[in-house]
């Protein structure tokens, strides 16, 4: 790990005085985040944020988008996209906690260093970045948790209970990744083959993990990152990692590392709690009681890299008072972009019969797919259900509780919602 200073010309004091409080807590070690039945309105947490958001922590400010808000919009706006921290930042609640583009000082004193295995380090400006070539990526981001709350029908475990709001469609413009560090001449070792990005996030503690984030160079996800300068066509806020972030299309949201100071050529990936520890799935089930959620090792895990697929029912939901009779049923579908997803299937009886869905095509392999389909529901009880296919086969559990683990990532069982009439 580089020392701080290293990492950024901003002194920590600076940061302090300009930064603020809406601080972070992973759901390993340091701050726990405890879900709130009560407390200030999202609008006043974060300012600029809409008001009416899920809360899952007032005081760290992480919070999810409702679902009657979420769908309508086919790009999301950052007033109401989810928002998660992981560390606490000492101070008066600045420009870290807005949706406000960071200070002009804070920008052109902010540097992303290149190094670790190569001959030649570099540091790059922000100004630099924005003469180099720009590219968009229209992507989904979700947090790794995003569901969560569905495991508790197993057993529930620790972390925010989101539910399906964890998530955005989302513009992203920066520099390409991959051309950039070619562009560079850093001459990696023969015995680089992980690359490590690290955000300038500072540990609750001193005995705190850094945030680090590693990926294999071989890794073909790769060729589509960039350095993202632009959210939405504005500089990205800090609170969703501006001024710079490293976007992997049809990753989850972790490995998309806010406001990055630091890209380093390694031979292991990174020891960082967040790496190592964090943010992983087992190799195999488990079950409650049979793998606890400080098992995970690099040799048992895999880190929460590609989105599963997943399909989300967006109307109606039982908020929206539908009346017995034919309905449009609405979702969006989506995956790691690895592969078009072929099909979306509608049931409204609970699984006993299926229909297709009319599917739109995405904006981009990683963007969301829209789809629809007619159904009629009777008097009663009603249990819509979805459930997306892609062209490698991959499609959504039945039951997603087979996947459960004790962290509560990756959720990804078809969608079901209840509607009574």
């Known amino acids: 790990m580089l020392d701080r200073s290293d990492k950024l010309r901003v002194t920590r004091r600076q940061f302090g005085v300009l930064a603020g409080a809406a601080g972070v807590a992973l759901g390993t070690g340091g701050l726990p985040e405890v879900a709130l039945a009560a407390g200030p309105d999202s609008a006043t947490i974060i300012k600029g944020k809409k008001s009416g958001l899920l809360i899952h922590n007032a005081k760290l400010g992480v919070m999810e988008t409702p679902l009657t808000e979420l769908r309508k919009h086919a790009i999301t706006p950052k007033d109401i996209l989810f928002n998660r921290f992981h560390y606490p930042h000492e101070g008066n609640a600045a420009w ?9 000082d804070i920008v052109k004193n902010w540097t992303v260093r290149f190094g670790g295995l190569v001959q030649r380090p570099r540091t790059l400006t922000i100004a630099d970045l924005q003469k180099m070539p720009q590219e968009k990526r229209v992507a ?8 969560r709350s ?10 925010g209970q989101w539910k399906n709001g964890g998530m955005g469609n989302v513009v992203w413009e920066g520099t390409p990744l991959r051309p950039l560090l ?26 705190g993990s850094d945030f680090a984030k590693s990926y294999h160079l071989a890794d073909s996800a790769l060729d ?20 710079v972030r490293l976007i992997i299309p049809g990753y989850y949201g972790n490995m998309n590392v806010k406001m990055l100071t630091v890209l380093l050529y390694a031979a292991e990936e990174s020891p960082s709690a967040f790496q190592s520890v964090g943010y992983r799935m087992p190799n195999m089930p488990v079950e409650p009681g049979q793998f606890e959620a ?4 690099i040799y048992n895990s895999v880190p929460t890299y590609g989105h599963k697929i997943k399909s989300v029912i967006f109307s109606p939901l039982p908020e929206d008072g539908a009346k017995a009779g034919e309905v449009q049923i609405t979702g969006v579908a989506f995956n790691d972009g690895e592969a078009a997803i072929t099909s979306v299937e509608v049931s409204a009886d609970g699984g006993k019969s299926w229909a297709a869905a009319d599917v739109k095509p995405p904006e981009s392999p990683w963007a969301w797919y829209h789809w629809s389909s007619k159904a009629k529901l009777a008097s009663g009880s009603n ?6 296919t892609d062209a490698l086969g991959r499609t ?26």
């Open 182 to 207: 070619d562009d560079l001449k850093m001459v990696p070792s023969p015995d680089a083959h992980w690359l490590t990005a690290e955000g300038w996030d500072q540990p609750a503690t001193p005995e």
């Open 224 to 243: 589509h990152a960039i350095l993202a300068l632009k959210m939405n066509g504005e500089p990205i806020p800090a609170t969703n990692g501006g001024p």
């Open 294 to 297: 400080n098992d995970y090792t």
């Open 140 to 147: 989904v981001l979700q947090c790794a948790g995003n569901g």
């Open 96 to 104: 870290y906690a807005t949706t406000s583009a960071p200070p002009a």
């Open 383 to 388: 249990v819509l259900m979805c459930r997306a």
């Open 396 to 421: 959504q559990p039945t039951d997603g509780l087979t996947r459960w683990n004790p962290r509560g990532y990756e959720w990804n069982g078809v969608d079901r919602v209840e509607i009574s009439i």
């Open 150 to 159: 569905y495991y508790a029908a197993k057993q529930k475990v620790g972390g």
